[in-house]
């Protein structure tokens, strides 16, 4: 089944304590992203990635980090969480181009108290 | 920029219509439209990408004019099914990298 897989789908943590969002497709998608969805805000965009090797900041890039070295994982690190980091956060991907729809993992929901 | 949705939520009996507007201060190539219900991942509606074009997805369907930046989402005769929070977005022509989405539409459909 074609899918975008996240984990953990729950997550909650202390403030300092470093995490990894784990996100990958088996779709052969080029294009990957992750969002941080928060109550009236929508979907923001943190990073995304072009293709292996290739990210490139979203428009809520600080305190995140994210690697490509493998084209189906696209995880999200956070060095050092604090609570304005507590969101639900959704990977995407999709092949290339502004005219594809992109498909969604089911979110990963982060607490950091 | 963020598009601009309106409104902010309707809610609708069983057979209502609804029209969902998504609007943008800059200058649109395309407009997605992703609907998400509570508790899951959004899920992929349609893409429109000239000016004045028109989809349709069952009893959904979208136009978008390019001149006005906007695009409107109509959803006819609701079911219970169409419940959930609609959200437009764009992602930029020249780096298609880039991607933003509309606060979203909350949309209660009712028996």
């Known amino acids: 089944e074609a899918q975008v897989t996240q984990n953990p789908r729950y997550l909650i943590t202390v403030t300092g304590k470093k995490l990894t969002v784990t996100c990958s497709q088996n779709?052969?998608?080029?294009?990957m992203s992750w969002y941080r969805q928060d109550p009236g805000l929508g979907l923001r965009q943190i990073y995304y990635?072009?293709?292996?090797?290739?990210?490139d900041k979203g428009d809520v890039p600080e305190g995140y980090k994210v690697s490509r070295k493998e084209k189906r994982n696209f995880p999200l690190i956070l060095e050092s969480p604090s609570p304005n980091q507590t969101s639900l956060y959704f990977c995407?991907?999709?092949?290339?181009?502004?005219?594809?729809?992109?498909?969604f993992g089911n979110g990963t929901r982060l607490t950091v108290t | 920029q963020q598009p601009v949705q309106s409104p902010q939520a309707v809610i609708l009996r069983e057979g209502e219509d609804a029209v969902i507007n998504c609007s943008s201060s800059?200058?649109?190539?395309?407009v997605h439209w992703y609907r998400q219900k509570h508790g899951e991942a959004p899920v992929f509606l349609m893409i429109?990408?000239?000016?004045?074009e028109q989809k349709g997805h069952d009893k959904i369907s979208a136009s978008f004019n390019e001149k006005k930046q906007q695009s409107s989402l109509y959803l006819t005769a609701s079911q219970l099914s169409y419940s959930g929070t609609y959200f437009c977005?764009?992602?930029?022509?020249?780096?298609?990298?880039?991607?933003?989405f509309g606060d979203g539409t909350t949309l209660t459909v009712k028996p």
């Open positions: 995407a991907s999709s092949f290339t181009g502004s005219l594809t729809p992109l498909h």
């Open positions: 779709m052969n998608h080029e294009y």
């Open positions: 990635s072009m293709n292996v090797e290739v990210t």
């Open positions: 800059k200058a649109l190539y395309s």
């Open positions: 429109l990408l000239k000016g004045g």
């Open positions: 977005g764009t992602r930029n022509n020249t780096n298609a990298g880039k991607s933003t």
